[in-house]
């Protein structure tokens, strides 16, 4: 946690205020439960670990269960959309795997909890000039090529289609027989839950595994910081994340790989790029 990250998380909840149209005396009562959630927030967290109560805080004081309901199959459809196009594009491409990797990146870019507003179309023009990092693509290609198993953690709704597409391709392309997607076990911003691997023809069966991830309220999944979420880890030859949130927590867990749009300044630096830069990392 930076000053910064404080600021954001009360925009955020002025975010939600805007999507709800919350009056002047809700949004003061929101806040000022941000800020008591805020107020007692250790020096050591990282935000996401802060987030799961900033966000309940907010959802319990408008009363609001999903507040990112619609919009959230609003852009899944918005997704499902450029499939047929998008998956003629990358199964053309000289390499289907860069091609699939830079369209779940464009995916990440659909994200309400950030304060820059993104814009899905230039960034879907832009993806296939992404230069990528070609030892860390080379490596996830080998690993991929060897693996039984992977754990894929997804990030928003929309997005998760554009992930469904990576999927299944490296299903058609490796002989990996289990697959574990992770999706939010309850609303949490835009976060991509199971109804939302649904959408996206995601599925548990047929070597498909469904694990739901904890939002800090009860029955909603396991939590990333977990030793039941370190054991799932463990069980898998590949892990595969999406978005700076599963970075910022498991970054320092060696051998993961890491698919994200760096929307903050402070993640930007940390891989040394600008904002609103893909990235794809492997942790050492």
Known sequence: MTPSCYIC????????CDLVGADAATRTRVLRAVCAVLSLVPDTVTPPEVSDGVHKAVRDTLGVADPYHELKREYNNKALERVPALEELCEASADPLAAYVRAALCGNIIDFGCATPFDLDATYA????WQLDGAVLARLRDDLGRARSLLFLTDNAGEIVFDALLLRHIRKTTGIECITVAVKGGPWINDAMEEDAAAAGIRAGDGITILRIGTGERGTGMM????????????????????QANWELLGDRPGMYFLLMAKCPLIASAFGTKPQSPVLHRSS
């Open 9 to 16: 998380f009360l925009r955020q909840a002025e975010s939600v």
């Open 126 to 129: 832009e993806m296939a000039s």
């Open 224 to 243: 990333r910081t977990s030793p039941a979420f370190a054991n799932v880890c463990e069980t898998h030859d590949v892990i595969i994340s999406k978005g």
